[in-house]
C-alpha cells in the first residue's frame, strides 16, 4: 500500500502531478506489472458507463472485475455492453477479489462510498465532485492516509488537449508570465439543465474549472462568486460566475452555465508576452460516447482534428496553435502503478481538499455578495 498522500492544505498549490508514461495509447513495454491490479467500477450511470468503464476495459496493468449496482436496468447494460458481472455491494466486490474502486456514483454519496472502500481495504479512485464540502473531504483524506490505503481524484480534465497545450505554452514561455485566466464550460440546454447527481453547477462544473486554476495559480486569496438557482424546489444553480485572486497575482475568472446560448471561448490565458485562445471542447468525451477508446482509436486517441486548434496572439498577429494529444487513457495506468506502490496517484486528494475549500467559499460569497478572504 502506498499513502493517499501528506500535504495538507486548504486552497493552496496542487502539486504538479506525477509524470505519466508518454505514450500513445497503450502502455510503452517494461512499464507493465507482475499482476495487474483487480479493480472494480461502483455506478452505472453516464460517468460510469461512459468516462470510466471503457477506460478501465482497455488499460494496461488493470483487471476490470465489474460494477456494483443494485438496478435491475443497470445490471443488464453492464451485461449488454461490457460482458462482465454486477456486485450487490462494496463488500462483494471485495470478496470477489477487488483491490481498488472506482466510484462514479451521485455526488452526495461519494463520501460514504469511498469511506466504505477504504474501511474494506481497497484502493480508491472517487468522481468529482469528492465532496460536498470541504470538511468531510478533509476528514476523507486523513482517513485514507490513516489506513494506508492510495486515494485519488478522477479530475481528467488535467489531460484535456486543451489544457495540456496551456501548459506547454507557459513552460516554453511563449506567453511570458501569466496574468489572468479565463475558463469556460458554457452550453444551452436550460431544460432540464444540470443532473441533480452532479450537485449543481457550482459543485460539477465547478471541481474542474477550479482544480485547473489552482493547478496553474496555485494558492488563492480572494473569491467572489455570483450563482443562478433554476427555482425553489430543487436548489440547482445553473449558472455560475466565479472570480479567484490567486497569492501570485494571477486572476482566474470561470464560469460555468446550462442557459448560455453564446458560449464564450474554452480558454483565454493572458500573460505578459501573448495570449493563448482556443475554442470547443476537448473531443475524448465525444469519442467514448461514440464508443470509441484507447484501444479502438490507438495512436489517434486524444488526438484533436486539424480544424480545432488555438491561437496564440501577440502584438495583434494571430498565429495557429495545434493541441497535444488528449490523454484520459494514462489515469488509470498510474493509478495502478500507485496501487502497487512504484508511483504516486495521479491527482493527490489534498488538491481536491483545496478545490472544495475554494467552492466552499463561493457559496459564501454567492449567498452574502461580499468577496470571501482564504487564510
Known amino acids: 500500500r502506498v499513502r493517499s498522500g501528506t500535504r495538507r492544505t486548504t486552497a493552496s498549490q496542487p502539486a ?6 508518454e505514450t500513445s495509447g497503450l502502455m510503452e513495454e517494461g512499464f507493465h506489472m507482475t499482476s495487474p491490479v483487480r479493480i472494480g467500477l461502483v455506478g452505472y450511470g453516464f460517468g460510469g458507463r461512459y468516462f470510466h468503464a471503457p477506460l478501465l476495459a482497455v488499460a494496461p496493468d488493470c483487471e476490470f472485475l465489474g460494477v456494483v449496482t443494485t438496478s435491475p436496468e443497470r445490471r443488464a447494460q453492464v451485461a449488454q455492453d461490457l460482458g462482465r458481472p454486477t456486485y450487490a455491494t462494496l463488500e462483494e466486490l471485495a470478496r470477489a477479489g477487488a483491490e481498488a474502486v472506482a466510484i462514479s456514483t451521485p455526488a452526495a454519496t461519494h463520501i460514504p462510498l469511498v469511506q466504505e472502500a477504504v474501511n474494506l481495504g481497497l484502493g480508491v479512485v472517487c468522481d468529482k465532485p469528492f465532496a460536498l464540502d470541504a470538511r468531510s473531504a478533509s476528514e476523507t483524506v486523513e482517513m485514507a492516509e490513516r489506513h494506508e490505503v492510495p486515494l485519488t481524484v478522477y479530475q481528467n480534465r488535467r489531460w484535456d488537449s486543451d489544457f495540456l497545450t496551456l501548459r506547454q505554452l507557459l513552460d516554453q514561455g511563449s506567453l511570458g508570465t501569466l496574468t489572468r485566466f479565463e475558463s469556460r464550460f458554457e452550453r444551452f440546454q436550460p431544460e432540464p439543465g444540470p443532473p441533480a447527481a452532479g450537485g449543481g453547477t457550482l459543485l460539477d462544473f465547478g471541481s474542474h474549472l477550479v482544480d485547473q486554476a489552482l493547478v496553474l495559480s496555485g494558492q488563492v486569496e480572494r473569491v467572489y462568486a455570483e450563482v443562478h438557482r433554476r427555482n425553489d424546489e430543487d436548489g440547482l444553480d445553473d449558472d455560475v460566475f466565479l472570480a479567484l485572486t490567486h497569492r501570485n497575482g494571477v486572476r482566474s475568472h470561470l464560469w460555468g452555465s446550462w442557459r448560455q446560448s453564446a458560449p464564450g ?37 486524444g488526438s484533436e482534428p486539424e480544424l480545432r486548434r488555438g491561437q496564440l496572439l501577440r502584438a495583434g498577429r494571430a498565429e495557429p496553435v495545434t493541441l497535444a494529444r488528449g490523454k484520459w487513457d494514462l489515469f488509470y495506468p498510474a493509478f495502478a502503478a500507485a496501487v502497487r506502490g512504484t508511483g504516486s496517484v495521479p491527482v493527490d486528494p489534498w488538491d481536491a481538499v483545496a478545490t472544495a475549500t475554494v467552492l466552499d467559499a463561493a457559496r459564501a460569497s454567492a449567498d452574502s455578495g461580499r468577496t470571501v478572504h482564504l487564510s
Open 265 to 301: 471561448p474554452r480558454f483565454r490565458a493572458t500573460g505578459t508576452r501573448a495570449s493563448y485562445v482556443v475554442d470547443g471542447v476537448d473531443g475524448q468525451e465525444a469519442l467514448l460516447v461514440a464508443g470509441a477508446s484507447p484501444g479502438s482509436e490507438g495512436d489517434r486517441w
Open 16 to 21: 504538479p502531478e506525477p509524470p505519466l508514461p
